[in-house]
């Protein structure tokens, strides 16, 4: 047992920390900080605008007769690259989501009207506010990229790993692809110039 000025020490760190929680858990949720919202999505649309390239890659490497059956192991649709990560178009989605309208801390969920606070306190409401179009568009944007890897992983795995090129889908495939690549292309540049002309450097 600690004794002595030792404990009156341990005491006291004690009682500041469980004063700082109590603090903690009446104040109220904050706003998130708009500038590191924006560079996080704009880090996740970047990172899922690689992976698209990586898939048209495949897809044209296939059309072209170039051999990429070893490396099909680490394709499952929009993976990070083509090096074996695990994640995926849920994963991407699930990042978003996180970043746009994240859970509140426990300690906030406990009482209701920090809760309801925390709800509302998101880049998602944020965006609303300050640049609608743009929160719409990557909406837009994700949800269908996202939805074609659904519809299409298994089929177009499938035929990149055949022995013999179904060029007609392929192309459709390539095509299709295009259209959702470019729509990430665009809300990540609309993204970089809103970052830009907000929150210039120097």
């Not at 989501?97 to 859970?103: A, E, I, Y």
């Not at 944007?141 to 090129?165: E, V």
């Amino acid at each position: 047992m600690i004794t002595g000025p030792e404990a009156t020490i341990v005491a006291k760190a004690g009682g500041a920390l469980v004063q700082g929680l109590r603090e903690e858990v009446r104040s109220a949720p904050q706003w998130p900080s708009l500038h590191e919202g924006l560079l996080e999505l704009f880090a996740i649309i970047n990172a899922w605008c690689d992976a698209a390239d990586g898939t048209e890659r495949l897809i044209q490497k296939k059309l072209s007769g170039e051999s990429e059956r070893h490396r099909l192991g680490f394709f499952v649709g929009d993976r990070v690259g083509l090096g074996g990560s695990n994640i995926g178009s849920l994963d991407f989605t699930a990042q978003i989501d996180q970043r746009l309208s994240p859970k509140a801390p426990l300690h906030k969920r406990l009482v209701p009207e920090q809760r309801r606070q925390a709800a509302r306190r998101t880049l998602r409401n944020l965006m609303s506010v300050y640049c609608p179009d743009l929160l719409g568009s990557f909406g837009e944007a994700t949800d269908q990229r996202r939805d074609w890897i659904d519809s299409n992983r298994a089929a177009l795995r499938k035929a990149l790993s055949a022995p013999d090129i179904d060029h007609d889908a392929l192309r459709q495939w390539a095509a299709e692809a295009g259209v959702t690549r470019q729509q990430l292309v665009s809300v990540r540049e609309d993204l970089a110039d809103l970052i830009r002309e907000k929150f210039p450097m120097g």
